[in-house]
């Protein structure tokens, strides 16, 4: 069983286009996360979400908009995608209140804007 | 503001050598300390963790000690894999309320036969 899953893994578009990435977690956590990591490979929460609302806005454009419909999913939308908009995108998922936070990773999204 | 600093990649190893990789934070509280890898076209997974002063986080071989008094959560292996070749990232978290993790810019490992 995938602990958490990322749709699609590959996504290529043009530029100015929108597009959403999904995310889904069965491991009964309260709290969703995106990451963004670069061609350099590193990695930055974008965004986290705790029972359905938004704890962590890092400096985001607005073109990016997460949508929690429950606390098992966690998707994001870009609107008028850009060249740097390039990067493999990252789901988590954790449990609030515990001392570790152990986050657990999706495979990624690998989105490439032409 | 709390940031983690690794050692720059990549490093490049023989089978059988031992693998130090070098972590060290700024943090102004007592975080969790975490190394997770990445192997080529995956995502992250954990490695090891360690949520305070003087633990040691374990897993395939691999070993890390939380240092408070060096802030430091250095990654080591006393005899390295072609397996183990991939990105490993030191991380850290507060939880609860903060609970995103804030990584170091990962280090490149690769081991040749």
């Known amino acids: 069983d995938t602990a958490v899953s990322q749709t699609p893994k590959y996504l290529v578009t043009q530029m100015g286009n929108d597009k959403s990435i999904k995310c889904e977690q069965n491991l009964g956590h309260d709290t969703m996360y995106w990451y963004k990591q670069d061609s350099k490979k590193f990695l930055k929460i974008m965004f986290s979400y705790n029972n359905k609302e938004l704890i962590i806005n890092e400096t985001v454009p607005n073109r990016f908009s997460p949508k929690s419909p429950d606390k098992a999913h966690l998707n994001l939308h870009i609107n008028s995608l850009e060249l740097g908009d390039s990067a493999v995108y990252f789901c988590?998922?954790?449990?609030?209140?515990?001392?570790?936070?152990?986050?657990?990773f999706g495979p990624g999204t690998r989105l490439t804007v032409l | 503001g709390d940031s983690v600093t690794q050692m720059e990649g990549p490093v490049t190893l023989s089978e059988e050598a031992f693998l130090t990789i070098n972590c060290t934070y700024t943090?102004?509280?007592?975080?969790?300390l975490f190394w997770y890898v990445q192997y080529p076209g995956e995502g992250l997974q954990l490695l090891l963790k360690a949520t305070k002063a003087d633990d040691k986080g374990s897993n395939k071989g691999f070993e890390a000690t939380y240092r408070k008094e060096t802030t430091s959560f250095h990654l080591e292996k006393g005899s390295v894999q072609v397996s183990d070749s991939a990105v490993y990232f030191c991380a850290l978290t507060f939880g609860r309320s903060q609970g995103n993790l804030i990584f170091g810019k990962g280090t490149k490992l690769s081991v040749k036969p």
């Open positions: 988590a998922s954790s449990q609030a209140g515990t001392r570790t936070n152990e986050q657990f």
């Open positions: 943090a102004t509280g007592y975080p969790s």
